[in-house]
């Protein structure tokens, strides 16, 4: 049963959840050589932009179309809201081009969000690979934000290489100022990394929390958090305590178009966070 | 407590002249291209008219029949769908701005249709479709501005076809709600008249001023006749007894291998279900690039493209878009919208260019061996001698 | 309190379920070792007649590659297994170790247990199974490494 949201799309009736609202690119800053975080701010001096963390919005860029991309910013910011993505194809790399001021069409936010409230008083471990640190990162401010609540919280990042760091000055930062323990690694090594090296997943078998008292928030490709429940499974955690961000073909976010089907679940609105015992059943299935 | 009464055929026309007088566009059955489709009629005399048709498993054909029905078929390739949900809709239109841009946005057109010839199984699909578009968590306002005002005058079916199964599914082929009239067709012994049963206030007011009759016990009895007689003809049967858990149970049965081997993915299937919805979003530009517009088009699982993402497509073979379409429409629809996706309207077995049916899929997986024969010529075909 | 070094092993998860004797045994193969950073451990070729259990830090196991240098290609740390090429003949290290961090590890004199396994096949068969369970993780991490997750969509 998803939790009511004060902004979800049923309560803004009246407005057509086809068209899209405009907003404007107050920062693009590329991060890698294929991945840019936007920074958007509603025009013409409307409110603000509230949002969970895990949810997304389609992005439209004019002329060129609109991409689903999860929302990358700390929630507790209603100023302003960020989006972290890669080069995937037309949309993106349109989107990559643009400038400050220059105007995006904007639906949402959709979707569920991760557990920051069932994980309250539990260890929280968190696994992400490549750009599914951005979805992440959200929850991580949130969790931050009330740090008292949470007894341990890991987060195991994996990268291509020590070039696709995302947000390499802000883990830095959390490592010092909060108490979070952060494990890097990268599949590639290059010249002076003198870091980990090596899967993500395997660092999950070795990593200090409690898996008596413990949810996991994993993101990333597919067969990285296929892997990743292995390893919380070996490690003792319950599918009830284990939450994954799921991706498929989206083109209209509010359940109509059929794209998203996984299963009897639609990704935009019953997803894209589930709870793995919801998705067990086919988590993994060719061809689902 | 249905109300019955007696409109004589000539009268029919003034039926039509009713719904025109009070602006409605008249859409129902006529005949175009060797097939029953669905547009717009001016006159009675549109409708096919002592025709009907033959259906098996890929083959549709008209014949005529040696009587003037005016309702003597069963469904073609067309739906309702086609109006409520029509195939390309304009959803905005946006201009550049300085910097930025400026939507304007579609108003969905305000048409009051009249939906002359409306079977059981297609009213269960509208039903069926109003779950998706009139749902909890968002309202599709096209297909609500559509939807509304809709005038229904249904028809209750005089015989089944051969790849009809809507009985098994619950949805026909009598009609019992959702509908402001209801005609039964009958023509014995030189008259011929129908039986309409009042759905809505509606309904009896577009009567007003159409000569009348309430309809006599022994007519009603003629009616309730044929619908029974309609139900015990069924071409198709489908046991729906647990088929969501069946189906499952079953993602790996070498039965989608089978089907595989003849499944074109040519998504006819889609296109002539009355209940499939999905769609497409095309964004699009004229050549200076200032102008820019979104649309809204059918889509089918089918497609090789529907699945796609970043690197390639989720659903990459026929066996698993064949799986996806099969279980959705009878098991994980069940979950989705608290009812079965199909109506048993048989249109999927018929238009398929190699005779996929449905039924039997279901049947080869519950491991029962078809019986010899039933998939083509299965129950004669009552249509001309009615 | 310092363990000893037959506490050390008992405890360990790789020697989880070893009869008591052999554990006795292996212990006694066993010796601390300590690694500052930027230590190598072994080298590529080198005779392979130990294996080491990581107790901490972080080692790279590493290959000379031309014009590239010392490539690391995977890290091991606490609690990881390290070398297992003194099975096999011709028991030469076809990988470098280096430490990335100071480093404390158990390291086993796996020239002498090879000879106890041959003598021993009840040990050799217990010491396998659990080598083979390492070798197949490794192989596992390998594969997922060499599928470039994050890389560029096909």
Known sequence: MAPQLENSIAARTGVDPMVPELYCIQRLRHETDDTFTIELSPTNGRGGFSFLPGQFNMIYVFGAGEVPISISSDPQNSKTFEHTTRIVGAVTRSMGHLKKGDSLGVRGPYGTHWPVEEAEGRDVIIVTGGIGLAPLRPALYYLMAHREKYHKIVLLYGARTPEDILYRRELERWRSKFDLEIQVTVDRGTRGWRGNVGVVTTMIGRSPFDSTNAIAMACGPEVMMRFAVMEFQRRGLSSGDIYLSMERNMKCAIGFCGHCQYGPAFICKDGPVFRFDRIEPIFGKAEI | MPENLVLAREHLQGLFNALKTRDYQVLGPTVRDGAIVYDELNSVEELPIGWTDEQQGGSYRLKKRNDRACFGYVVGPHSWKRFLHPPAVRLWQAARNGKGFQILEEKPAKKKMAFVGVRACELHAVAIQDRVFLGDSAIDSHYQARRDGIFVLAVNCGQAGNTCFCASMGAGPKVESGFDLALTEILEGGEHYFVAEIGTELGREILKGIPQAAASAAQVEKAKAIHAATANQMGRSLDTVGIKELLYANLEHPRWDEVATRCLTCANCTMVCPTCFCSTVEDVTDLTGEHAERWRKWDSCFTNDFSYIHGGSVRATAKSRYRQWMTHKLATWIDQFGSSGCVGCGRCITWCPVGIDITEEVRAIRGTASPAGAGDSGKEQHGADA | ?154
């Open chain 3, 1 to 154: 309190m310092v363990q000893t070094l037959e506490g050390i092993v008992s405890e360990h998860a790789f020697f989880k379920g070893l009869d008591e004797r052999y554990i006795k045994l292996v212990a006694g193969c066993a010796k601390n070792v300590r690694f500052d950073e930027g230590q190598i451990i072994f080298r590529e070729g080198d005779a392979a007649d130990e294996f080491y259990f990581i107790r901490e830090g972080l080692v790279a196991v590493e290959l000379m590659i031309p014009q590239r240098g010392f490539t690391t290609l995977q890290t091991v740390g606490e609690g990881d297994v390290l070398g297992w090429s003194w099975l096999m003949p011709p028991y030469r290290w076809r990988f470098g170790a280096r430490t990335l961090q100071p480093t404390r590890a158990l390291a086993f004199d796996g020239k002498c247990l090879r000879n106890k396994c041959e003598e021993d096949h009840d040990l050799g068969y217990e010491l396998l199974k659990r080598f083979t369970f390492v070798v197949t993780e490794r192989l596992e991490a390998t594969r997922l490494q060499l599928l470039d997750l994050y890389g560029a969509p096909a």
